[in-house]
């Protein structure tokens, strides 16, 4: 399933472009994840001196979700409602309780400019949050002396986690075991072909070198191809090395990839259908004499795919949400939960503002006439909630343990969802779900009601 944020018509984009990992090549994202923490503990080790020790920490896929907020300074990780606003926070592998959250941030709103805080804005950072968490655990508890401080920690494992994607520890193993971490998606391929039958430009827009590129098209593309010989028959252009966001922000020429040995020359003129390294969105755009409009990009980083290219350059944008389709198995398992927890919140607001009025009437008036029923709704309330609790935790053990719903912080949605909803056009779990819809779709967006518009099921102050 596709879904809808902005209006978007298909008939009139002639070039549509894909990040490759976790877009159009899948990952068996645990098993990448579980890769990329024994990799990091490693290199903390052999890199950074830390203790021989952390080498046992073990791996858990749920201990972190996509949309979470890493504080350099406190060592906490948070989960933020879509006004930046801390809705869950965790020291460690222990959760904040509410008393001592506010005792820290007392009623602040997140700046996620400020450079103490690190965004997990894809499965890529999984691993690097939930070790994030174990190392602060470890400084916490058992090795408060060889874990250095929490800001350290944390600039410790993107170091070593930029090393890890530069010098081949990660990409050499995946290189070795594909069937062990890339998923085939034969739907996918096909459906690539569809588009290109209904004349659509397609092109690679990936950080990834030519090399790990050219890896994971040869494995996951060209066997299931029937209409073309090969991926680079079917993909009009391979820009590889692209270094976004800053492809969509820097003006970077393009070097020719020459595909039989991976070498380079500079790219004179304009360019051509073929394979790059570098380049920028400006010129692509301006050689190929294309309104912005006119080019959808796919990928799965809602700040190195969506963000920048939204503000920057204009292209129509679609965010490819891994986690969304156990998301949505999952809402649907409990909607007869929520239903029923939404029917008795029905019953308790209208009892709630029963009390303020009858409270603020005797305030006013210097009586007590309204305790005795004051003191009736209350306990009414209280039987509400008695039976609002345990359905409440029955929904969101649903949901991961930790953190609950990736798209939502409450009832509020949280801040990857926000910034889903902003700056996507459309959003799907996976490519496959777009590339089944005929090319000349019409996406439209619903009509969604304002705050003032939804009828408020509280008494009117009338």
């Known amino acids: 399933m596709v879904f809808v944020n902005r209006t978007l018509n298909l008939k009139r984009i002639n070039y549509i472009g894909f990040d490759m990992d976790h877009t159009l090549v899948r990952y068996h994202s645990a098993n990448f994840e579980a890769l990329v923490h024994s990799t990091l503990l490693k290199k903390l080790v052999t890199e950074k001196d830390y203790p021989q020790s952390i080498l046992s920490l073990q791996f858990d896929f749920e201990r972190a979700i996509r949309g979470l907020v890493i504080d350099r300074n406190l060592g906490n990780v948070i989960k933020l409602s879509r006004h930046s606003a801390i809705r869950t926070s965790y ?60 800001p350290v920690i944390a600039e410790d494992l993107n170091i070593v986690l930029d090393q890890a994607h530069r010098d081949g520890s990660l990409k050499d193993v995946v290189r070795d075991n594909l069937d062990h971490f890339v998923v085939k998606d034969p739907e996918a391929v096909e459906g690539l072909e569809k588009f290109a039958k209904h004349g659509k430009k397609l092109f690679v827009l990936t950080n990834s070198d030519y090399h790990y590129t050219k890896l994971l098209l040869d494995y996951a593309i060209t066997p299931f191809l029937k209409d073309h010989k090969h991926w680079s028959e079917l993909f009009e252009f391979t820009i590889t090395l692209a270094a976004k966001p800053s492809f969509f922000t820097e003006k970077r020429g393009f070097l020719r990839v020459n595909p039989e040995d991976g070498s380079m020359s500079n790219q004179n003129g304009k360019i051509e259908p073929g394979i790059y390294q570098g380049g920028c969105a400006n010129i692509f755009t301006n050689d190929l004499d294309l309104s912005p ?25 679609a965010l490819v949400v891994e986690e969304l389709a156990s998301e949505v198995e999952k809402l649907n398992a409990t909607q007869t939960v929520t239903d029923e927890i939404d029917s008795w919140m029905h019953k308790k607001v209208p009892l709630e503002s029963e009390i303020d009025s009858l409270i603020s009437e005797d305030v006013e008036y210097g009586s007590k006439t309204n305790e005795k029923r004051v003191d009736e709704l209350i306990k009414e309330v209280q039987e509400i909630d008695s039976k609002l609790s345990p359905l409440i935790q029955k929904r969101q053990s649903e949901f991961n343990a930790l953190w609950g719903e990736v798209m939502r912080a409450g009832i509020e949605e949280s801040y990857i969802a926000y910034q889903v909803e902003r700056f996507a056009c459309v959003y799907m779990s996976r490519l496959s779900d777009l590339l089944k819809m005929s090319p000349r779709t019409y996406f439209r967006s619903m009509r969604r009601p304002l705050a003032h518009e939804v009828q408020t099921i509280a008494p009117s102050a009338e």
């Not at 509410?98 to 009623?107: A, F, P």
């Open 91 to 150: 020291h460690g592998l222990k959760p904040l309780d509410y008393k001592t959250q506010r005792k820290l941030y007392k009623s602040t709103y997140i700046d996620l400019s400020d450079s103490a805080y690190d965004t997990v804005d894809t499965t890529f950072s999984i691993a690097f949050a939930g070790l994030f968490m174990q190392l602060v655990e470890l400084k916490e508890t058992t090795e408060p002396h060889a874990i250095p401080e929490f």
């Open 293 to 317: 409009n006119e080019i959808l990009y796919i990928g799965d980083h809602i700040y190195g795919d969506i963000v920048r290219l939204k503000k920057d350059c204009a292209w129509r944008t």
